[in-house]
């Protein structure tokens, strides 16, 4: 059985800019800060974000569709909704499975 080693955080991302970067840690996290920020508000514009090497955030717009309430069995409507999914690269899949 795998189990979880740890969460990798924005602090721990700053600290590795503040280590192989020299730049401090205030600047390092506003950098990490500015990334995720870029990234979200790509996102919520509607565009996927791609990062090369890494993987895909892909959004995808679901329509209305009938649903069923497993207990009862009574349909229902689903309301439409944007869902996002992240799509590994070729390289971050063989990196992972390599360990």
Known sequence: MMRSVGTLTR?????TINRKMGLSRAESLEMVEE?????SDA??????????????FILRDKRER?????????????????VMTFRASQLLKEHVANG
């Open 35 to 39: 990334i995720l920020d870029q990234m």
């Open 66 to 82: 009938i649903g069923r309430n497993p207990k009862t069995g009574i349909e229902v409507p689903i309301t439409p909704r944007r």
């Open 11 to 15: 602090a721990d991302l700053a600290e």
């Open 43 to 56: 996102m919520a514009r509607g565009e996927n974000v791609k990062i090369s090497g890494f993987g895909s």
